[in-house]
Each structure stands twice: as structure tokens, then as C-alpha cells.
């Protein structure tokens, strides 16, 4: 292993029973937020892990219901370091971002921004949609860049849920969202070895974690799942050792998972903001840039058609 993302490893949440937490390195219960209007829960960066393979930010949106004209609206902010990934289970809504993309996504669709020394995007609600009754829910992900692609421009790159690899047998179907598991390929390009996949699973049904990967996790969306003998619900995160043999079987109700991992990165990553890099004169850098707020010749640019404001440095 190049490096051990655990802060403190082999130090499980306390509470759960001891059985089921031999087979797992870390489980992680999230932080609920109040982002104005719609909560999130945040499984990481947390206390005991900042990353699971090359992913160091798990939020999960939602489910939130808006009335009419309602619905979100995050302004221009910037990013360096990382990849967005942003996966909608339910409703919709418009991605711009300053190397010119205007994409709506919509579910099992896939935004992957590639920030690289500097990107801005916005994230807002579409007129249309607004003008109805609508709810909201999905993932959004960072995933950290390896130190050699932190440098490199900014990319947006698209892809429509029919464009995913899908399993589907046994009482399961499973999506591949980013990299490979399962013997399929997703058709993202990403930077360093990783898996995330949507499965979801009927009652007792049973599906094992991809092996051949460094780091393995699972985040629990919806219904309950048991590993090891011991039952999770919903709204938490189970990260495994590397080389554990590690099936989940669905509850009663079913389960809808996400499965995440990958290799993991040459070190630690420095956050700060919305900036995520290896080394905290990097992250003082984009800070700079961003604070002189010049967006015609400085580092970072607004999304054509959404310029006219922008999230100042906290």
C-alpha cells in the first residue's frame, strides 16, 4: 500500500457489536448539514478515514422536496485538485463551468469535471423544472488527482446513463459509474486506478465487493444491508482491509448501495474550501488567485453565461 488513508486505522465508530466489525476497517456514520434549504450528509472527508482510494469527499443530497419555484442554486466557486463527480438518483439540474460546458444532468447520467490547476462551475436549478413541483437526490463526489495531473487544465466530460456499463441477474443491478469492476470498464477516463458503482439489490440478495482493488468501501443510500454477520442501515459507510473477502447481502426491504475505492494516492491531500491538493502552498496559491477575483486574465474564469456572480473566499 503507497499510503494508508486512514487517519487512525482499525478504529471503528463505538457502538456497533464487535462480530461484524472484524471485516471492516472503519465505519463511518455521516454528519448531517444544512446547505439552505436541503440537507446532505457528509461521509467523507471523516475523523478516521480522509480518503477511500482517490476519493476524499462523499456527500449524499437530499432527498428534498421542492414547491414551486424552488430548487437550488450554488453560484460560481472554484475548484483545484480533484474530479467532480456528481450522479442524480431523482430530479435534475444545470452544470456551467468555466471551460465553457452546459450540461443538465439528469439520473444515471455522469458530470465528471476534471478541475486540474483550476476550474469554476455552478450548479443551479432549471427554469423549467422550477415552474413545477420537484424533488432532489443523489451523490456528489471529489475525487483526488494523483500529484503528476494536479497541474493539467480543466475538462468536463459527459456521459449518459446509456453509455454505463450495467449488470443485472440474481436480484441485483449494478451500474458502473467511474473505472472497472466486475470485468466491465466505464467509459470515463480517470487518472488512477478506481471503481464507483449504483447497485441496487432485491430483498436477500447478495453481491460481493470487486476485488483486485486496493481500497474498498460501501455507503448504505437506502434500506439496510448485512456484512459479516452484522446488519447496517441506511446513512452509513463500511470501509473493508485490503484483500478481505467482503460479500453484502440486502435486507428486508432491499438495498440501494454505492460502492466506491480504488488505489490509493503516492500521500495524504491537503483541504481547504473547495480545494483539495498535496501540498498546502498549492492550496495558499489558489487561494490567492481567487481572492483578487480577476477573472479575465487571472488563474481562475467564470461559466459563460453565469458571470454575474460568484461565491467570495470564505
Known amino acids: ?22 471485516a471492516i476497517e472503519t465505519l463511518i456514520i455521516p454528519r448531517a ?3 439552505g434549504g436541503f440537507s446532505v450528509r457528509r461521509a467523507l472527508p471523516a475523523p478516521k478515514r480522509q480518503m477511500v482510494g482517490p476519493f476524499i469527499f462523499f456527500d ?14 450554488v453560484r460560481p466557486h472554484p475548484h483545484i485538485g480533484l474530479a467532480t463527480v456528481t450522479y442524480l438518483l431523482e430530479g435534475s439540474f444545470r452544470h456551467r463551468d ?24 455552478s450548479e443551479r436549478t432549471g427554469s423549467e423544472t422550477r415552474a413545477t413541483r420537484h424533488r432532489l437526490s443523489g451523490i456528489q463526489t471529489w475525487v483526488a488527482l494523483p500529484e503528476a495531473d494536479e497541474g493539467r487544465d480543466a475538462s468536463f466530460e459527459h456521459r449518459g446513463a446509456a453509455e454505463l456499463p450495467v449488470l443485472e441477474g440474481e436480484g441485483k443491478t449494478v ?15 480517470t487518472f488512477s486506478q478506481m ?35 452484522e ?67 487571472g488563474r481562475f474564469h467564470l461559466p459563460p453565461g453565469d458571470d454575474a456572480e460568484f461565491i467570495p473566499l470564505p
Open 33 to 35: 448539514r444544512d446547505l
Open 60 to 73: 449524499q443530497m437530499g432527498p428534498v422536496e421542492f414547491l414551486t419555484e424552488g430548487g437550488i442554486d
Open 1 to 22: 500500500m503507497s499510503w494508508n488513508p486512514a487517519l487512525e486505522p482499525h478504529c471503528p465508530a463505538s457502538g456497533a457489536k464487535a462480530g461484524g466489525l472484524d
Open 175 to 189: 451500474r458502473l459509474i467511474l473505472g472497472t469492476a466486475y470485468g466491465e470498464r466505464a467509459p470515463v477516463k
Open 231 to 297: 446488519t447496517f442501515e441506511a446513512g452509513r459507510m463500511m470501509v473493508f482491509r485490503p484483500g478481505d473477502a467482503i460479500t453484502v447481502t440486502a435486507g428486508a426491504a432491499g438495498a440501494r448501495l454505492m460502492l466506491l475505492g480504488g488505489d490509493t494516492l503516492e500521500g495524504p491531500r491537503h483541504i481547504w474550501w473547495n480545494f483539495v491538493a498535496s501540498s498546502k502552498e498549492k492550496i495558499e496559491a489558489a487561494k490567492e488567485a481567487w481572492r483578487t477575483a480577476d477573472f479575465e486574465k
Open 98 to 121: 468555466s471551460t465553457g460546458a452546459d450540461q443538465t444532468i439528469v439520473p444515471g447520467d455522469v458530470n465528471w469535471m476534471i478541475a486540474g490547476s483550476g476550474v469554476t462551475h
Open 195 to 229: 471503481f464507483y458503482a449504483d447497485a441496487q439489490l432485491q430483498p436477500g440478495a447478495r453481491l460481493p465487493l470487486p476485488d483486485g482493488h486496493e481500497d474498498r468501501g460501501v455507503y448504505i443510500g437506502e434500506g439496510a444491508a448485512e456484512i459479516a454477520g
